[in-house]
């Protein structure tokens, strides 16, 4: 009698558990470390050598206030379950460390070398500090043992452009570049298909690749754009009184296009590898179209800067910022507040805000393959 009554108290909590356990969307993931490579869409400064004097015209805070809470690849690394990547200039090259993941991206950084700023951590100089991070491991752990850790438990999470584009439409129209912007995006992609294979080559088989948001939606290019409207310039569409600028939209999703197709032919070609292509133009400009859907007030003004609109420069001090940094769908000049990119966090993980923003595969289905 006495365990018939325990089995009919258990009974009913065990299928409790069961359901919940079911419903509860848990990821098995074999993801041991995230590694990230890119510009400012992964780096909030702390990994740009002299980055209040090297980039005096962008954003001191451009992650909205505690830098680990608001960019993708640190949303990301929570739901996968793993702890932030840390800077790569403050790790200590110790094995213990370089196992749980690293942050190799820098603020100001572009695919193409940057001769007159060489001190910004362009592709290849973070490919080299892979690389490096790979010989440490052999030497501590035994080359095998490295070999078989990268090639199974780690996830590259790679993101430039956004800054190389800055830097093309700060220094001269785009409207003046005509068909280089093709030629343009051919290039980028090839340097970025070069960094895959070296990648590739080196045991790396899980790779997240973000494309470039619609720029000429921004605060520093949309008031630009608006104060040319009465010049007669050939501008976007206007959406109640926002005006993008669709020749810069126009190069981000030429690159963005390349970039996927370039993505598509090397799953083809590198059989064991599996790479995804995360779409961060079409969702950002979902939110800008339809901003009160996804509860957003505010998609033109910046939430913190000075100028115009406090759009036009950077937030230099958190003293700038705005009351209610969530319904604004920018945080600065450049980059969306928290809000915008834990909605986009959340559809690239499981498809289920937005869903395919992530090609053919979720962040969450690739870190639990085999």
């Given at each position: 009698m006495i365990?018939?009554?325990?089995?009919?108290?258990?009974?009913?909590?065990?299928?409790?558990?069961?359901?919940?356990?079911?419903?509860?969307?848990?990821?098995?993931?074999?993801?041991?470390?995230?590694?990230?490579?890119g510009d400012s869409t992964v780096d909030c400064g702390e990994n740009t050598l002299l980055f209040p004097y090297l980039l005096r015209n962008l954003s001191l805070h451009p992650c909205e206030g505690p830098p680990n809470s608001s960019i993708l690849p640190h949303l990301l690394a929570k739901k996968i379950g793993l702890s932030y990547p840390i800077p790569f200039y403050s790790q200590n090259g110790s094995s213990e460390v370089l196992v749980r993941g690293i942050n190799l991206g820098s603020t100001g950084a572009t695919i193409l070398s940057n001769p007159t700023n060489p001190l910004l951590q362009s592709l290849n100089q973070q490919l080299r500090q892979a690389f490096e991070i790979f010989q440490l491991l052999q030497l501590e752990l035994g080359q095998e043992t490295a070999n078989e850790f990268i090639q199974n438990s780690t996830l590259f999470y790679i993101s430039f452009g956004k800054d190389e584009y800055i830097n093309l439409f700060r220094s001269k129209s785009a409207k003046g570049l005509g068909?280089?912007?093709?030629?343009?995006?051919?290039?980028?992609?090839?340097?970025?298909?070069?960094?895959?294979?070296?990648?590739?080559?080196?045991?790396?088989?899980?790779?997240?690749?973000?494309?470039?948001?619609p720029l000429g939606c921004a605060p520093r290019f949309l008031h630009a754009t608006n104060?040319?409207?009465?010049?007669?310039?050939?501008?976007?569409?206007?959406?109640?009184?926002?005006?993008?600028?669709?020749?810069?939209?126009?190069?981000?999703?030429?690159?963005n296009a390349f970039l996927e197709q370039r993505i598509v032919r090397l799953s083809m070609k590198l059989s064991d590898a599996q790479l995804?292509?995360?779409?961060?133009?079409?969702?950002?400009?979902?939110?800008?179209?339809?901003?009160?859907?996804?509860?957003?007030?505010?998609?033109?003004?910046?939430?913190?800067?000075e100028g115009m609109d406090i759009g036009l420069r950077g937030c230099m001090?958190?003293?700038?910022?705005?009351?209610?940094?969530?319904?604004?769908?920018?945080?600065?000049?450049?980059?969306?507040?928290?809000?915008?990119?834990?909605?986009i966090a959340d559809s690239a993980?499981?498809?289920?805000?937005?869903?395919?923003?992530?090609r053919p595969n979720t962040v969450q289905n690739l870190v639990s393959s085999m």
């Open positions: 365990h018939k009554m325990k089995l009919d108290v258990l009974l009913p909590i065990v299928t409790t558990i069961f359901i919940k356990l079911v419903h509860s969307n848990i990821t098995v993931s074999n993801i041991k470390a995230m590694y990230v490579m068909s280089d912007a093709e030629k343009l995006s051919r290039i980028l992609v090839d340097q970025m298909t070069n960094a895959i294979e070296y990648l590739y080559d080196s045991n790396v088989r899980k790779f997240v690749f973000m494309g470039i948001l104060d040319s409207i009465s010049d007669g310039s050939d501008v976007g569409g206007d959406r109640d009184g926002l005006v993008c600028a669709d020749d810069i939209n126009n190069f981000v999703l030429e690159y995804i292509f995360c779409d961060f133009y079409r969702p950002m400009m979902e939110i800008i179209n339809n901003p009160n859907t996804y509860g957003f007030k505010n998609v033109k003004n910046a939430c913190c800067g001090s958190m003293t700038m910022a705005c009351q209610d940094p969530s319904t604004y769908v920018w945080w600065d000049q450049f980059n969306p507040g928290h809000a915008v990119n834990s909605l993980w499981s498809g289920e805000q937005m869903p395919d923003i992530c």
